[in-house]
Nanobody
Framework: QVQLVESGGGLVQAGGSLRVSCAAS????????MGWFRQAPGKERELVAA????????YYADSVKGRFTISRDNAKNTMYLQMNSLNPEDTAVYYC?????????????????WGQGTQVTVSS
């Protein structure tokens, strides 16, 4: 079983930056793709960014392209999401997710491991 623990959320003003991290522990196996989802009140959970097992391929939702950067350090079993130029529409609980596969999926149902979530609030 894999445990995922997010950290780094918080309150930031519009235009500011935050970096959230996701530390994985347990047996991920050799191929472990990961992603960041977010869920705002009253909305469905959506994929924000994802990264394949090696870090060589990434995906971004259109709403965050050019502002967010996903990365991972496999030696530290940690994934990151650098968020720049934040706006109030980015306010949500951000969840780290993982799946035992070479690459990501846009479907939350295809991720077997989830963190507890970290709140990101952007004030106007």
């Amino acid at each position: 079983q894999v445990q995922l623990v997010e950290s780094g959320g918080g309150l930031v003003q519009a235009g500011g930056s935050l970096r959230v991290s996701c530390a994985a522990s347990g047996r991920t196996g050799n191929w472990y793709a990961m992603g960041w989802f977010r869920q705002a009140p009253g909305k469905e959970r959506e994929l924000v960014a994802a990264i394949n097992w090696s870090g060589g391929s990434t995906y971004y939702a259109d709403s965050v392209k050019g502002r967010f950067t996903i990365s991972r350090d496999n030696a530290k079993n940690t994934m990151y999401l650098q968020m720049n130029s934040l706006n109030p529409e980015d306010t949500a609980v951000y969840y780290c997710a993982g799946r035992r596969d070479i690459t990501w999926s846009i479907r939350p149902s295809e991720y077997g491991d989830w963190g507890q979530g970290t709140q990101v609030t952007v004030s106007s």
